[in-house]
């Protein structure tokens, strides 16, 4: 389990994520909504060891994970697909691949290079292709399974559906409840808030890096009226 407790990071004297608590189980979704500039994405790169807590702790399965940088949080069991999905575009799909699992030895690469393909069956077919001739959804699963190359417990996903087609947000979905059922933990922030309640179990609503809102899934589908007071109409409309 990935767990957050009073986590707060600053950026000289702005604190742009103040007293997070949160817990990710095995298996399941946690999801993230809030304006821009809420702290989503810096309290998924705190996670990643990519920006440093002022206070705070972060630990995964009761392993600390605070103060680790990136390459050993990946070691741990963590691996971040960042926003815009940041495909290496000249190298090949399967030169992607293999980057991402770069702390894993050789023989254990090539089976789990095999379950991504099995996973993503198109990065199988185009595995000799340049990622930057993919489609933007494409893409996307390229990064996904860029970070499953690390065999990780938890996946954090940024903004997983920005700027694809209502239909290829379909798939990415479906490739994420996979990830899921695979018994993974997947923390992700999204701004299409309806494909994100579709799946999640949990959700934390931050605003201005504080959470105002904790709570399952199910309680914010069956009454809207929780993120209309936090998000707006607007928010719910996304998507």
Do not use: C, W
Request: aromatic share 4%; proline share 6%.
């Amino acid at each position: 389990m990935l767990e957050l407790a009073d986590v707060h990071v600053r950026y000289g004297h702005v604190e742009a994520v103040s007293g997070v608590d949160l817990k990710v189980e095995p298996g399941t979704v946690s999801l993230v909504l809030g304006p821009n500039g809420a702290g989503k994405s810096t309290t998924l790169k705190a996670v990643a060891g990519l920006v440093p807590l002022s206070s705070g702790s972060i630990g995964l399965d009761d392993e600390p994970l605070s103060g680790l940088p990136p390459h050993r949080v990946v070691r741990r069991g963590v691996a971040l697909v960042p926003e815009g999905r940041r495909v290496f575009a000249p190298l090949t799909i399967e030169e992607n691949l293999r980057l991402g699992g770069y702390t894993a030895p050789r023989a254990k690469v090539r089976e789990t290079l095999a379950r991504v393909y099995e996973m993503f069956p198109i990065l199988n077919d185009r595995r000799a292709s340049a990622a930057g001739l993919l489609s933007g959804g494409e893409q996307q699963m390229l990064a996904f399974g860029r970070a499953l190359m690390s065999e990780p417990k938890i996946v954090l996903l940024d903004e997983p559906s920005m700027g694809l087609a209502p239909t290829v947000v379909d798939t990415i979905i479906e490739k994420i409840v996979l990830m899921a059922e695979s018994g993974i933990g997947i923390l992700m922030v999204e701004q299409n808030t309806e494909a994100g309640l579709d799946i999640a179990s949990e959700v934390r609503v931050m605003n201005r890096g504080q959470v105002v809102f904790a709570g399952p899934a199910e309680q914010v589908r069956t009454d809207a009226s929780v993120l209309h007071a936090f998000l707006g109409d607007a928010a719910l409309a996304e998507g």
